[in-house]
């Protein structure tokens, strides 16, 4: 009997260490891409995942503006956070900055909203767009 206890809570460990946190899926994507030397609308596999978890504070800040970080939200298969966050406000809005993209969730209705603004402004002279897309994403988180 030990032992299937001991088996147990061994097993059940890994989901004690994720603690408070959501997972957040994409249900549609749009945004543009350069094609043909030229900007047009696209729209693109909602293939993104989220992690949003408390922060761990052991890395530098990916955004040193976002003092005192509450919240980190990382890309599925990324080893560091692409966003950070404070606290959810008081209507249950998270609001997360990132040097390329944005992250917004609101934990009573779980959807989301991340946005990559990165590709269109800031590449470079004129023919040098292609490198990046900019793209929205919408969809849906569960509490882990």
């Known amino acids: 009997m030990h032992r299937l206890l001991a088996l147990a809570v061994f097993a059940l460990l890994p989901l004690a260490s994720w603690g408070e946190g ?13 094609k043909g030397g030229m ?14 978890r408390p922060t761990t504070q052991t890395e530098q800040p990916v955004m040193p503006t976002v003092l005192d970080p509450k919240w980190d939200v990382l890309v599925v298969g990324d080893k560091r956070p692409s966003n950070v966050c404070p606290e ?23 959807r989301f909203l991340y946005s990559y603004l990165s590709g269109y402004w800031d590449r470079g002279p004129p023919g040098s767009e292609a490198g ?8 849906k988180c569960s509490p882990m």
């Not at 959501?22 to 350069?34: H, I, Q, V, W």
């Not at 900007?39 to 989220?50: E, G, I, K, L």
């Not at 990046?132 to 969809?139: E, L, Q, R, S």
């Open 88 to 110: 959810f406000d008081t209507t249950g809005n998270l609001v997360c900055l990132g040097p390329y993209s944005e992250f917004r969730m609101n934990k009573d209705s779980l």
């Open 22 to 34: 959501y997972t957040c899926t994409a249900d549609m994507a749009t945004g543009f891409s350069f």
């Open 39 to 52: 900007w047009n609308s696209a729209n693109f596999q909602p293939d993104r995942q989220f992690i949003v």
């Open 132 to 139: 990046d897309t900019p793209y929205i994403a919408i969809g």
